[in-house]
């Protein structure tokens, strides 16, 4: 692996991931800070290896890497967030990830999780988590819902108006009004007030 691509928008990160990739002997290191830049730079020159999170300023990076894996199946995909492993980890793994790692992990486990990748291997943490009834059943609720209903999911709650979903998304109002009201029904919920709150309560 001689080229990657750091998706995060955050500056800080963008440039501490940058020294970190240098060290690691990448000799093209590139980064986006949105999701327009990132499908840019991935078409442009497929990189050997993303590192992607999956929270950022107006869309979703589950989605980004579910776009990935369908036109790049090659390209490795680390992603690098600070959302909770418990929640997303398996989902990004089905998604086609080959590695997780939390912000809130030292900064060498990113480096093992590089270096993993670079030696042809996948990275994920152990999870041994207990959960009470009500997690339990929330949880086998966000696992009936589709990568693209998560995101949606997760827009919603973050405040995002259906409109400038769907612009994100690139689908029509109408259709992001349809998932709206799929959500409400699956999740057994009322309101959007009542999404943002299930979203807060299972760290999404």
Same mark, same amino acid.
């Given at each position: 692996?001689?080229?990657?691509?750091?998706?995060?928008?955050?500056?800080?990160?963008?440039?501490?991931?940058?020294?970190?990739?240098?060290?690691?002997?990448?000799?093209?290191?590139?980064?986006?800070?949105?999701?327009?830049?990132?499908? $840019? *730079?991935?078409?442009?020159?497929?990189?050997? =290896?993303? /590192? &992607?999170?999956?929270?950022?300023? #107006?869309?979703? +990076?589950? @989605?980004?890497?579910?776009?990935?894996?369908?036109?790049?199946?090659?390209?490795?995909?680390?992603?690098?967030?600070?959302?909770?492993?418990?929640?997303?980890?398996?989902?990004?793994?089905?998604?086609?990830?080959?590695?997780?790692?939390?912000?809130?992990?030292?900064?060498?486990?990113?480096?093992?999780?590089?270096?993993?990748?670079?030696?042809?291997?996948?990275?994920?943490?152990?999870?041994?988590?207990?959960?009470?009834?009500?997690?339990?059943?929330?949880?086998? $609720? *966000?696992?009936?819902?589709?990568?693209?209903? =998560?995101? /949606? &999911?997760?827009?919603?709650?973050? #405040?995002?108006? +259906?409109? @400038?979903?769907?612009?994100?998304?690139?689908?029509?109002?109408?259709?992001?009004?349809?998932?709206?009201?799929?959500?409400?029904?699956?999740?057994?919920?009322?309101?959007?007030?009542?999404?943002?709150?299930?979203?807060?309560?299972?760290?999404?």
């Amino acid at each position: 692996m001689k080229d990657v691509l750091i998706v995060d928008d955050h500056p800080v990160i963008r440039g501490a991931l940058r020294l970190i990739c240098q060290n690691e002997a990448f000799t093209r290191i590139r980064d986006a800070s949105g999701a327009a830049d990132a499908r $840019a *730079l991935i078409k442009e020159r497929a990189p050997d =290896l993303v /590192i &992607l999170d999956l929270v950022m300023n #107006g869309f979703d +990076g589950l @989605d980004l890497l579910v776009w990935i894996m369908a036109q790049f199946p090659a390209c490795s995909v680390l992603v690098f967030t600070s959302q909770d492993a418990q929640h997303f980890c398996n989902r990004c793994i089905s998604a086609g990830a080959r590695g997780f790692v939390t912000k809130r992990s030292d900064l060498k486990e990113l480096t093992k999780a590089i270096q993993a990748l670079k030696s042809g291997y996948a990275y994920f943490p152990q999870m041994s988590v207990r959960l009470d009834f009500q997690q339990r059943s929330e949880q086998q $609720a *966000l696992e009936s819902l589709s990568t693209r209903e =998560l995101s /949606i &999911l997760r827009m919603l709650a973050m #405040g995002m108006r +259906g409109k @400038d979903i769907a612009e994100s998304l690139f689908l029509s109002p109408k259709t992001v009004s349809t998932y709206k009201s799929r959500l409400l029904e699956k999740l057994g919920l009322q309101s959007l007030v009542g999404l943002s709150e299930f979203a807060k309560r299972n760290h999404l």
